[in-house]
């Protein structure tokens, strides 16, 4: 009777150990549409290709927002005429909001953007790291016309994160940029 009192004593300590090992830190899986694409024109000013799944909220004439509901991803758009004499100073400027990223930024990539068919010039800011806004653009016909978007997400910035939506949206503004017309 000891014995087998023993060896399930032995049992009860040694068989129920659990081993415990750390789970991998990880993010939820977001599965994305495909990219579908009609045309938005703005009435004023110019038009261009836009995601079927974002929506345009207008603010002013000057100031629209393309929101993406299933992401929570905003482009925040504005357009606004100058004369041509002022072109450097609004360029600059453009300029300037990018590189205020900096401070959280590992590292800022340009691409330039040149289309003389439709005379629209500009540049797509990329960031790299743990910034607010992942993704910013101007666009100009560098004699009076300017428009400027900036992506934002309704999250913490986190780039691991948020790096598939980011990827998604930075496509639908490639083509945004490239489809894009004044008036």
Not at 22 to 27: D, W
Not at 112 to 118: A, G
Not at 171 to 181: L, Q, T
Request: aromatic share 18%; glycine share 2%.
């Amino acid at each position: 009777m000891k014995k087998y009192l023993f060896i399930i004593l032995v049992l009860f300590f040694f068989a129920c150990k659990k081993e415990i090992a750390p789970r991998p830190y990880g993010y939820f899986r977001v599965d994305l549409p495909t990219h579908e694409y009609i045309m938005f024109d703005s009435v004023v000013a110019y038009s261009f290709d836009i995601s079927k799944h974002a929506f345009i909220n207008k603010k002013q004439v000057q100031n629209i927002d393309i929101y993406y509901p299933s992401i929570a991803g905003t482009i925040y758009c504005t357009y606004e005429t100058f004369f041509p004499e002022d072109f450097r100073k609004v360029s600059e400027e453009s300029r300037t909001l990018a590189y205020k990223h900096v401070v959280r930024a590992e590292a800022i990539t340009e691409r330039v953007f040149i289309n003389d068919t439709e005379k629209v010039y500009g540049i797509l800011y990329d960031f790299k790291g743990n910034t607010a806004s992942p993704v910013q653009f101007f666009l100009t016909d560098s004699v009076s016309q300017y428009f400027r978007g900036s992506l934002y997400f309704n999250a913490r910035p986190n780039s691991d994160s948020i790096a598939p939506m980011m990827t998604f949206v930075r496509e639908d503004i490639i083509r945004m940029i490239e489809s894009f017309k004044w008036k």
